[in-house]
């Protein structure tokens, strides 16, 4: 592929997602690491009402989220390492519903019924620049997170937030050297702190050091002490 026909428009927006071909394209350099985990995502029926709450539960192979789709219905992410992901995928319906009930716990009472499952490897990748001659690079195809703490969609909504502002103040040309460069520091921070806050919070979870006790004594306080809690709740949902 080539870009030639940015020649032709004052502004293209790349938001082609983590294997961007515009980004690669450009041969825009990229900070990657690939975490050895492997997601499965599907979702389930519980017995329980969900109430509208979201729940994610820290395991030593990866984080596991169930989302609210409605009543009783939920989305359900679960991070494993990659072997044990290809393994659980072949799982009957009964055996991955067992498996997936016991690392989540009683809460919700007997999980019933499970949908199609999906593998997604999970990756960061953090572009080094997120722009060009008149192109700009955003949301996955900018920066792809972990999915622990569930930022990267809130991420990539704060980069489109910034272009439309970006973009109404450069009326005349947003794809000029001075928009694309006012862009670029508007996000330069929140890019860096949130990909930090990530990528610190897996391998925090993973390690293979003997900090079980450490990583026990940080969940409980962020559950009972109240500062604590609303400093993590405030960084993980992208508050700026
Ligand atoms: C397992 C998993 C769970 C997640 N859970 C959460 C969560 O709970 N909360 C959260 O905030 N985030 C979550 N995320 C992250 C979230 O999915 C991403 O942040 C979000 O999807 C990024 O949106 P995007 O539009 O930038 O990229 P994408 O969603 O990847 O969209 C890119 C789009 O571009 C299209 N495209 C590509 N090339 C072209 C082309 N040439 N022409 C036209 N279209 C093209 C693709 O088809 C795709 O539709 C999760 C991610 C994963 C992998």
């Known amino acids: 592929m080539t870009l030639a026909r940015s020649r032709f428009a004052r502004l293209l927006v790349a938001a082609d997602g983590t294997d961007s071909a515009i980004r690669t394209t450009l041969g825009i350099p990229l900070q990657q690491h690939d975490y050895g985990q492997t997601a499965i995502v599907t979702a389930v029926e519980v017995e329980r009402d969900l109430d509208g709450c979201a729940y994610e539960r820290f395991t030593d192979s990866g984080p596991m989220a169930l989302l609210?789709?409605?009543r009783r219905r939920a989305g359900l992410v679960m991070a494993l390492t990659t072997e044990q992901a290809a393994s659980v995928l072949t799982m009957a319906d009964e055996e991955f519903l067992a498996f997936a009930e016991q690392r989540f716990g009683t809460?919700?009472?007997?999980?019933r019924k499970v949908g199609q499952r999906q593998l997604w490897p999970l990756h960061l990748k953090f572009a080094e620049r997120v722009t060009d001659a008149r192109i700009v690079v955003i949301g996955n195809a900018a920066q792809t997170i972990h999915p622990i703490g569930a930022q990267g969609f809130n991420l990539g909504l704060r980069d489109a937030l910034a272009l439309a502002d970006v973009v109404a103040a450069h009326r005349a040309?947003?794809?000029s050297v001075a928009a694309l460069a006012e862009y670029a520091e508007r996000r330069r921070?929140?890019?860096?702190?949130?990909?930090r806050f990530s990528d610190a919070m897996v391998r925090f979870m993973a390690s293979d050091l003997p900090i079980g006790p450490l990583r026990s004594l940080a969940l409980l306080s962020a559950e009972h002490v109240p500062l604590l809690r609303h400093a993590?709740?405030?960084?993980?949902?992208?508050?700026r």
Do not use: Y
């Open 68 to 70: 609210p789709l409605d």
């Open 107 to 111: 809460r919700l009472g007997r999980w």
């Open 173 to 175: 040309d947003a794809g």
């Open 189 to 195: 921070e929140d890019r860096e702190r949130t990909t």
């Open 232 to 239: 993590l709740v405030h960084a993980s949902m992208g508050f």
